[in-house]
């Protein structure tokens, strides 16, 4: 059945008549914020600014600070706060600092089942063909009406037949941005390049001789001509999902590691400057599809609202995690939101039957 | 491409022309060895009977003694021996006691490069493409030739579109023999007659209310009218994986436990009469299929052995263990036999999307 | 500080006023229940049977119906159940159906930091400091006042000094009961006759020359003198858990599976009639120590009420498991009850850290 | 026993008379290697600079290039080449490039045993008792002889016993170096100012009221302050981890990550310079203690070779990684060294274990 949006449930403003108006303080030390100040949740939050008038910030993330900018109110990292920013104080959060936060913004009667099932504790026993069928009428609508960004470990090019799923994910359109590492560019452009990952083949699985020099060797090759765009223009590259991103000119953003290798020269090395061009990204975001990657999935899902406002209107992010192992999901998905979902399997398997399921849908 | 069985390599016999004739010793205590005993592998093995006339037994399991009835060999569990059984004795296995363990007999060059592959230890960051793949031409090759036999956790039956996958398995003749306890026939048999498993709704994962009574009331039911079958027969179970086995007559095994509720009628309650009974499915099996059960697994795993002798030539017997842990398939994996093979995934996919890959195959 | 049991609540019967006689049907058929039976939880529950006559079965364990033998209750497995058995029929629990389940027995306002505690979920992650020092107090208090079951899994022995601390805290009498498989037992005598398990030593991890006949000539030297307690009168078992245990008559249970080799001649072959085995010394459990076995842990989990009666008093019957995966942990924690503990370790470092923990207050 | 190092074995130079002198090319473009460079390994390696003179670099690490400097040879990313340096070039190993790799530097007859049980795989179930009576031969041996780095996730921290324990070991002088991200520091400033980590006291487990605000104050106050050390000389910071590294002025490197909040003024934002002080203390390091953290792991395995320099003699630097699971250990133990140990536990054990054992040795 095809996927319709939950409405938005507005708080009830009028029940919160007697709060006083939210208080700011100014920023003295750059960086640093003011005592008392207020931390976002996941939540769409509201600020009594004057009377009556109760703003909710359009883009936020949690465990920052609400910084007000004449009537609008931007959230903001510690790290970027400037003398003279004008931040939220308060830490209650039902009206009584002039803050509400709305942790039910979704989760009207319609949505009770829903809300059940996305509540249930996930593990390798839980059920889970509800899930693909749900996700493949939600990629369907996002892939028209929304903005799908898709964190991905290295793993999920390791094996042959999950690279080519996420290329043709990527090429059918339900791929409109890509938070990574060095590692997922690395291992893709090796695969284009020698057919294995790790010096593996990623078919056969036969050891390359002198394998082990591949994914330098990419690596080499690409930092000479400079760029990724540059190894394909030369036509290094003939394959892979980093080729199917750069021809539909896809947003990615590659955060450096201190484990990495080369680094590919798109690589972004200062970790806050990365986080900034992946919460870039994000603000888009309307479903998030992490998998195969503790580092980059919680760095995302810290960043991911549980809310975005698209045309004027109030929808949910959506945040699916999948990955082998519960303790790493558990982490992602105890976020108190019906919108974040856990599937437990190899990330292979999920790419393989989440990309022939849509497939068979357009037939 | 069709699968092809490797060639069996004879031993070279002309290479242990000055070996001794095993020796057999009487057993004196029933269910006791004599002192020295030899103790069987999962390799072929061969005892000299007379002078050049090395014999191998041939139905074979490791851990086992060697039994010489006239001019047969018979692999005996200790607890099966009686007294003046006359058992093998010598633990030297290159021919010094007559007794020859012939431990490389499928690897001719043509597998070097399956040598190769199933050398490499698995884990949920290797290449599973190729072994899909194989997978669908060897269990194309085996429903015809060969003998599957599906060794299963409950956890196969707990998410609706795994089940149906098991159930066409069964539908299209993959499976020839079904090992299993009473939790997977229990849940279901819940299943069928309820949409649940422990109470929760197979594909909605809503859970039902009184749903914690739906095992108990499917067992009590069953337990009523005496039979599985008899509980098909009054149109109680209208679908799932044991009423395929049933119409289809596929011989199985439900191995009691120390867990179990009820259990079924057709639970074996003595652990070594399910053993026996076990053994005897799986003394026809030329593929084993195990997934999410560690006890079963394991245990099937012991009494199989590496080949299996078919219309009087010696053939491998391929053992697939599937399951979400290294831990769990390193176990069984670590047999130094090239027919052993491990796909680290949840089942509930690998079942949909084997089924899935060899139904597309037919076509 | 020293252990304190946690004060009893009765339910209000008062509240109860209006509720008719629990009411009871005849088993007609051996092994079955009557429609509509009422299944047992793992908390305290009552039975009207005459007006203003709440009875509480003293030994309960959950999945099994309430059958009435005159003014007292018995709990019993379905397939125990013989013609003419009086089972309680009802499924509301609230007293409508003259039945009453208690699922607050402890749970007062001094209990609350625990109460939080327990609800906690845990994982590898999770602090464990106060458990351990709360599992010194309880087992010290339990030593003198309790029963202390300890269900193994071969595990524990695996190991050079948690065999050894292990064998200690038997000594120390902090184990009064032991239920584990014939895996423990034999690669414990393993370990006494030959220094190894499974063939590798216990302490320097050598693999011994032949190595992997050690298990099964320990099997067979007992099973030739017919017994533990024999081989350990015959000198071959000079240390260890088993004859630590055979020692001062501790009661145990070696349930057989389907694993076996052997088995050792205490194993129970028969599963069910080694359910009544455990169940018989879980009837006497004040605590449960359950470690690195899943089979076992959850069956035992499945027989061990959340409370228990002794010198005509009830008390909670705490649960501890013990394994390295979340999975397998949260399969036992699950219960609603607050005496159910979970911690995430391998069970080596548990056993060592407690044996040594529990030592130092001696002194 | 008191704990000896290895001897080295010199390579057998006479048998390589006929090789080559090794080549080196010049970098043109900066951050990239000449085709055909050689990548280090984790061994010892000799380059002939000149007939029959093979120089060996005295600082390596893994999947780097080999500048020659003059009559010295420095090992280099390929992100610090700069043009005009000297690239050694060529791929085979065993002399005929001028390039010998020696992988076997200390596998002297008597390090038999050792050899045999490094290579053995670890599970769960392996038995460590050894392993922790070497470690604290090696340990102390290293106090007084080496230089220990330690590589911490933040959950060594999470648990009140093992802050305390990894304290102790800093105050006893185990601890030379210190590897770790903001998350470690975060979380022990949060315990030593709130008794919480993320919000949960780290002893009771109680969850604290505005809890999740404390690891966010902490930062905001450190910040406010420029430094770790400022807040301690405030007096902000009575006990942990960072306390005692600062106070002994020990070596340390917060690594920055996608993931921070703050973060800590002492991180290092760009992740190749913090890879670049890591390697700065891994020079030094004669033995790494890497726990709870993969990112950290790896990364800091990836620089460590697996023999060091000290006062002209060449000895292994051994690897010790700690971690619940083997899918993790794995990684860092598969480098086909001697030296490189896993251990399956939780750290908290692990650590708390350690203290105890090391201190018990002092009396």
Redesign the interface.
């Known amino acids: 059945m095809p996927f319709a949006l939950p409405a938005y449930n507005e708080p009830d403003f009028a029940a919160l008549s007697g709060a006083p108006l939210a208080r700011f303080e100014a920023v003295i ?1 750059p ?3 003011p005592d008392g ?1 207020h ?1 976002t949740t996941i939540f769409p939050e509201y600020f009594q600014l004057a009377p009556q008038r109760w703003i909710m910030p359009a883009q936020s993330r949690m ?1 920052c600070v609400v910084v007000r900018r004449g009537d609008e109110l931007d959230v903001v ?3 970027r706060l400037a003398p003279g920013d004008m931040v939220c104080v308060g ?1 209650r959060e039902n009206g009584e600092d002039g803050i509400y936060v709305h942790t039910d913004p979704f989760g009207s009667i319609e949505n009770a ?1 829903e809300k ?2 996305f509540r ?2 996930m ?8 899930d ?1 069928d749900e996700l493949y009428d939600l990629l369907e609508f996002e892939r028209e009406n929304g903005f799908i960004v898709w964190v991905l470990g290295p ?1 999920v090019i ?5 690279r080519e799923a996420l290329t043709r994910l990527v090429e059918a359109g339900y791929v409109h941005g890509l938070l990574a590492g060095n590692a997922l560019a690395t291992h893709d452009l090796e695969a284009a390049m020698h057919s294995t ?1 790790l010096g ?8 390359a001789a ?1 394998g ?2 591949h994914h ?1 060797d990419a ?2 090759e690409v ?2 001509l400079g760029s990724m765009r540059a190894a394909m223009e030369h036509g290094l590259v003939k394959n892979g999902v980093m080729r199917a991103i750069h021809e539909r000119n896809i947003p990615f953003v590659l ?9 590919m020269p798109e690589v972004v ?7 900034d061009a ?1 919460r870039n990204v994000v603000r888009q975001a309307t479903t998030v599809m992490a998998m195969a990657t ?3 999935s ?2 995302t899902g ?1 960043m991911t609202p549980s809310y975005t406002v698209t045309g004027g209107s109030i929808r949910p992010v959506y945040f699916y995690s999948v990955d ?4 790493v999901v ?1 982490k992602l998905a105890n976020r108190g939101s019906l919108s974040a979902r856990s599937i ?3 990330v ?3 790419l ?2 989440t990309e ?1 399921g849509l497939r068979k849908r357009q037939h």
């Open positions: 030390t960086g640093v914020a100040y931390a465990d990292e510690f790290r830490r089942r059940f099932a249930t504790r593990t390798r026993e839980s059920s889970f063909s509800i693909y793993a390791f094996d042959h037949d999950s990952a593996q083949e990623i078919y056969t699985r036969r050891t002198l082990h020099y330098l690596l080499n930092r000479r955060a450096g590691s201190i484990r990495d290798d080369g680094p090395a200062d970790c806050y400057k990365a986080q992946m503790q580092l980059h919680i760095a810290n082998m192992s519960e303790f558990d437990l399997t190899n292979q398997d999920f393989v039957t022939r």
